[in-house]
């Protein structure tokens, strides 16, 4: 690892070029970052997130090394900068953060902060010519998506949700079943997502978190229903908002959503989220047969997957380390990731239509 960076610095000599020019250049960055892999990740806030699941997952990746962090906390960037051995600094704030053009060090973005500050942070990635991920949901608009993936290409960096579960077996398995239709097109799926929160957090707050419960868990429905239509967004969608138990908690957005998505094949999806109870169930049926994810359909481990054929047992992946590995190898080869940040925007597209139809009170189509 060493050895590839100290190669960059020389070859950055010879050229006798000052190197704040040189690290300025976003496709520079691109070009030589095949040549020395582990690619440098800086996280965008150390959150629960972050500290439970990407940092754990970044020493077992590859491809990628946590190299530096964005914290409004500078003693918590200095405890990580010990924990993962990097250079304290390779500690930034969210107003140096465009500081990072010149940090060589630090190739890929991971942007962890709550979900209405995503785009700003993004976009702020790209402008200091880093390819970035953004976690979920991607933004809290489709127009703030927009706002990303144009900063992303004006900049020729790459771009990616942090949709793990494209990297679960059981999800790849529900994917394959879609694709080659071993049940036949699935026609009816149904999800469950929730969980108890009893304080207002930036979750329930409606500038930080875009919404409530639907843009944080029923994301998960809405783009594991898409898996099961092999890939195809529905094109109408009808919800109704269940009446809030804690107004004082859920002010300015939902406690809990009911909804329908119509696909263009005629299949439905049934589904429900909510912050007052707890469940993490999907199901897709086609006219041979079924999946059923039964517990801890969208999480990180723990998942029980059954199909009419009986159960799956597959060998639970690190999830996020081959997500993040896969990304870094999106760049090193520059190909496309398999979650690009057009599918990030198309849920936002069916996010929108979902709140559109809570409000109306009727059917909603999909404008994407
Ligand atoms: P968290 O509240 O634990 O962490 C949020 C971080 O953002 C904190 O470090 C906080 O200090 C920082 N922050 C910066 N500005 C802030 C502000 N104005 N208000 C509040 N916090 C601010 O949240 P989390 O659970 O780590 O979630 C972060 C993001 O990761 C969210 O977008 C969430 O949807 C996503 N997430 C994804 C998964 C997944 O499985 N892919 C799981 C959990 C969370």
């Not at 097109?185 to 329930?204: C, L, Y």
């Not at 409606?206 to 229903?225: C, S």
Request: hydrophobic share 40%; with cysteine; proline share 4%.
């Amino acid at each position: 690892m060493k050895s590839n960076r100290v190669s960059r610095r020389v070859f950055i000599g010879q050229m006798g070029i000052g190197a704040t020019a040189l690290f300025s250049g976003p496709s520079l960055y691109a070009a030589l970052a095949n040549q020395r892999p582990p690619l440098g990740v800086a996280l965008v806030g150390l959150g629960k997130y972050s500290t439970g699941q990407l940092g754990p997952a970044l020493k077992q990746t590859q491809y990628a090394k946590l190299r530096g962090v964005v914290t409004g906390d500078k003693a918590k960037g200095q405890q990580w900068a010990k924990d993962y051995d990097f250079p304290e600094t390779n500690i930034y704030s969210y107003d140096t953060m465009h500081q990072l053009a010149h940090n060589p060090d630090i190739d890929i973005i991971y942007v962890v902060t709550p979900n209405g500050l995503h785009a700003q942070h993004a976009i702020a990635a790209a402008k200091a010519g880093k390819h970035v991920i953004c976690e979920k949901p991607m933004a809290n608009t489709v127009a703030e998506c927009d706002a990303i993936i144009r900063a992303c290409k004006n900049a020729k960096v790459k771009l990616s949700v942090g949709y793990r579960l494209h990297f679960d077996p059981y999800h790849k398995e529900l994917m394959r079943l879609a694709r080659e239709k071993d049940f036949g097109t699935f026609t009816k799926m149904s999800g469950d997502r929730g969980f108890v929160m009893n304080t207002k957090v930036w979750r329930a707050d409606k500038k930080l978190a875009g919404g409530g419960p639907m843009m944080d868990l029923g994301v998960y429905i809405i783009h594991g229903a898409c898996m099961a239509a092999n890939g195809a967004g529905p094109i109408s969608v009808t919800a109704s908002e269940i009446t809030k138990t804690r107004p004082d908690i859920f002010s300015d957005v939902e406690e809990g959503m009911n909804w329908t998505m119509q696909f263009a094949d005629g299949a439905e999806c049934t589904a429900f989220t909510s912050y007052r109870h707890g469940a993490d169930h999907f199901k897709a049926e086609g006219a041979k047969g079924w999946i059923e994810f039964k517990e801890h359909a969208f999480t990180y481990r723990g998942m029980v997957v059954a199909t009419s054929r009986g159960p799956l047992n597959f060998t639970p992946p690190y999830q996020q380390a081959l997500q993040i590995d896969d990304f870094a190898q999106c760049v090193m080869n520059n190909r496309q990731s398999v979650v690009p940040g057009e599918l990030g925007r198309r849920d936002l597209a069916i996010l929108e239509a979902i709140y559109k139809a809570a409000q109306t009170g009727k059917s909603e189509k999909v404008i994407y």
